[in-house]
């Protein structure tokens, strides 16, 4: 379980095809209190540390992980938005979130709006339905809220303001128009819808 709150940006170091995808990630974390079999969330999507050094670990991605990530996400040099699973009594400051990544967003524009940005991204038609103003998602694994949604003929597309810390702190600063992003929708409006599809089959 996670916040959406990073705490890294880590850096693919290597990227190694054996029967699964093994990535070796720099990162700036003190790897004597990470353990062998802990979650990191990277860039979204929940991943297993195999092995580990004084500044990097290494996961293996399944090709079921690496079909439903965004293309050219785990190629070597590519930067990471990096957060460790969430302990008890640790502050919870964005919003649940579970690392699994329920679909690809595409950015469609970016606009500087004063010291902030604000970036639309389109979501996939089966998502569309879990986004809402004022609502959280997780873009890459950032807890963010969204600030509008609007439903066109060619998709949903819905918006973000992110404020300079986000920019600064997260890899959100290097999207572009047209690059996919891995989308989490909220846990909570998941299982809202989850129970409004129970109830109306009953």
Not at 142 to 163: A, H, M, W
Request: proline share 3%.
């Amino acid at each position: 379980m996670f916040t959406g709150i990073i705490t890294d940006i880590g850096t693919i170091r290597s990227a190694e095809q054996r029967g699964d995808l093994r990535l070796v990630i720099g990162c700036g974390y003190d790897m004597a209190g990470v353990a062998i079999g802990a979650s990191i969330a990277c860039s979204g999507v929940c991943l297993t540390v195999v092995e580990k050094g004084p500044d990097w670990f290494a996961v293996d991605l399944s090709a079921e992980t690496v079909s439903r990530t965004a293309l050219g996400a785990w190629t070597t040099d590519s930067p990471l938005n990096l957060e460790r699973a969430l302990k008890v009594g640790d502050e919870l400051g964005g919003h649940i979130v579970t690392g699994h990544v329920d679909g690809l967003g595409e950015v469609v524009d970016i606009t500087a709006e004063g010291d902030s940005h604000r970036v639309m991204i389109r979501v996939p038609h089966d998502l569309a339905a879990y986004v809402a103003p004022k609502g959280s998602i997780t873009v890459d694994g950032v807890s963010l809220t969204v600030n509008q949604v609007e439903d066109k003929p060619e998709g949903t597309v819905f918006g973000l303001n992110l404020i300079p810390h986000t920019w600064d702190v997260t890899t959100l600063n290097r999207l572009t128009v047209g690059k996919q992003v891995h989308l989490e929708i909220d846990v909570l409006a998941r299982y809202l819808a989850r129970m409004k599809d129970h109830v109306s089959s009953l």
